[in-house]
């Protein structure tokens, strides 16, 4: 495991690892980490751990979007928008380097919904939350408007209304690096293999790289699985009695999306609307690029094994080439991914129709046993409002009520006043903060610059170090990627193999030619992170057998 940054607290990771804890979460996606950092701040003794990387599943396959979720309003999820919408903001300035404001534009089609509907429900979008950030919705001339010249003829009007985008991976990233740094235990690559529970805890066996084994003690365990949520309470939780604790469905929803050169040249995205009435987004990705999503089918069988079919292919390239002058073709594709939303089933026969909103269930068994608490659902926008509730119920089960604090609070690296001084805004204040870069780094080219302070925000110095040059980064193991840089993501942010540096940490590999992505393999493989630590961190001997996923 890496060692909290000097100056930090890390007495609970200590008494965690000498086997005791107060609470264990299972899984380190966006609901589990952002639990683990609530907990956490608030003094609670945590351990989380997740089978694969962080961030390997659900909470790096999505839209990559900080939205109310424009279309729940049809299905008159009023409450859920709601909530959405009013976590925009908090989010957009808690990390203003991974997270930014991003216009929509929605061609209309008279084929499809009426303007005057679109109308109301932008209207409601704007006014169902306070907005301080983003700037309201309006109409649109695609005749004469910049947004309109890569569309057909027949789009003629439009509206323009505003969400947020971000860097879904690293959102789960900074929730791990800041519950790590304020004492919590983050294992990586370890399974929680059997949970046995009675009315003092959870005692829990957990497995790390290698087959290595670990027992710890428990006094509430937190089930935040995602997609394995149900099998997890089916097969690994029991209580004394033998009992089965799964007492809710999920419905397991694939969703995909392409990646092609890009679409278009300006800064705004995309939502079209369907014949079969669902939507898909077009959106300026990592800038050469247009990303183009997502799909809902039902799935079968185990979410690991989730990946995009060429009908979905098929299918985003039609969509896409309803709208754009220039079609969009299969063998556009550079690169895909398909995401596995676990959502509570709530019974609807449309898989779009189901809702994204969470449900947090307590274990409700006749007789008393340790504290239980199941995550069912939920959305990347709420999940910061998610952990405080849960973070809320956990203090409930256990006795104490801590007070919540993440609301205000910046996450790691979101913090940009050493570097700019008073925060005005989440975008402006990025740029100030990128020309402030330059002016104490000269000697970083421009992209460079841009690209450590999109991935690092203030945090950057611990990457940088005392260089003082390209060459006091070390090799250049790949285009713009420097042994500084690596080792640095080795020690703090739990990378040990290619696809958690390229896909997941950044996005690199879809930049990177083949030969480029081997080179950054080889060179992680050949330059193991020393740790004393086989549970998270494995030893030369034992990497070899930890897969990347």
């Not at 789960?172 to 009315?199: F, I, P, S």
């Amino acid at each position: 495991m890496a060692s909290p940054p000097s100056g930090t607290t890390s007495i609970n990771a200590r008494q965690a690892r000498d086997g005791d804890c107060d609470v264990l979460i299972v899984g380190g996606g966006i609901n589990g980490c952002g639990i683990a950092r609530d907990l956490a701040g608030r003094g609670w003794r945590v351990t989380l751990v997740e089978q694969d990387d962080l961030a390997s599943h659900t909470s790096s396959s999505s839209t990559k979007l900080i939205h109310g979720g424009l279309r729940y309003l049809e299905y008159y999820e009023f409450g859920l928008v709601r909530k959405a919408l009013q976590e925009r903001e908090v989010l957009l300035k808690s990390a203003p380097h991974i997270m930014w404001p991003l216009r929509f534009v929605m061609p209309h089609d008279p084929s499809m919904r009426p303007a005057w509907l679109i109308r109301l429900g932008i209207f409601l979008y704007d006014h169902l939350a306070r907005r301080e950030v983003l700037p309201g919705s309006r109409g649109v001339d695609l005749r004469s408007h910049p947004v309109g010249a890569p569309l057909q003829q027949r789009y003629t009007r439009g509206f323009i209304y505003s969400d947020g985008w971000v860097d879904d991976a690293r959102l789960v990233l900074l929730n791990a690096l800041d519950a790590r740094d304020r004492g919590a235990q983050v294992l990586t690559r370890t399974r929680c293999v059997a949970a046995q529970r009675d009315a003092q805890g959870w005692q829990v066996q957990l497995e790390g790289p290698g087959g290595a084994r670990r027992s710890l003690r428990a006094r509430a365990l937190v089930n935040a699985a995602g997609p394995w949520a149900e099998s997890f309470l089916r097969g690994v939780a029991r209580p004394a009695g033998g009992e089965v604790l799964a007492t809710r469905s999920l419905r397991l929803v694939k969703g995909s999306h392409i990646v092609v050169p890009r679409c278009f040249e300006h800064d705004h995205a995309y939502i079209f609307q369907n014949p079969d009435k669902r939507i898909i987004f077009a959106i300026p990705y990592e800038e050469d690029f247009t990303l183009m999503g997502t799909t809902d089918q039902e799935l079968q069988g185990d979410p690991r094994g989730a990946a995009i079919d060429a009908d979905e292919v098929a299918y985003l390239c039609e969509q896409a080439s309803r709208y754009f002058t220039r079609p969009v073709r299969p063998s556009d594709v550079v690169w895909s991914y398909a995401g596995v939303r676990p959502l509570l089933d709530d019974e609807s026969g449309d898989p779009s129709a189901v809702t994204r909103d969470y449900l947090l269930e307590t274990s409700t068994l006749a007789v008393a046993g340790a504290p239980l608490l199941s995550i069912w659902g939920g959305k990347i926008t709420t999940f910061r409002k998610l952990a405080e509730d849960a973070a809320d119920e956990v203090g409930r089960m256990l006795g104490e009520a801590r007070p919540a604090w993440t609301e205000p609070a910046p996450l790691p690296g979101g913090d940009l006043r050493g570097w700019i001084g008073t925060p005005r805004r989440p975008d402006t204040d990025f740029e100030r903060f990128v020309s402030m870069l330059r002016s104490r780094h000269g000697w970083l080219p421009l992209a460079l610059a841009r690209r450590l302070a999109r991935a690092y925000g203030a945090r950057i110095d611990r990457v940088l170090g005392r260089a003082e040059s390209l060459a006091d980064l070390g090799t250049e193991v790949a285009p713009g990627l420097h042994e500084a840089e690596i080792r640095y993501l080795q020690r703090e942010e739990w990378v040990t193999c290619a696809d958690d540096l390229l896909w997941r940490r950044s996005k690199l590999g879809l930049h990177y030619s083949a030969a480029e992505r081997q080179q950054v393999a080889d060179w992680l493989a050949a330059h193991p992170l020393p740790t004393d630590d086989d549970m998270n961190d494995p030893t030369p001997e034992t990497r070899s057998e930890t897969a990347c996923n």
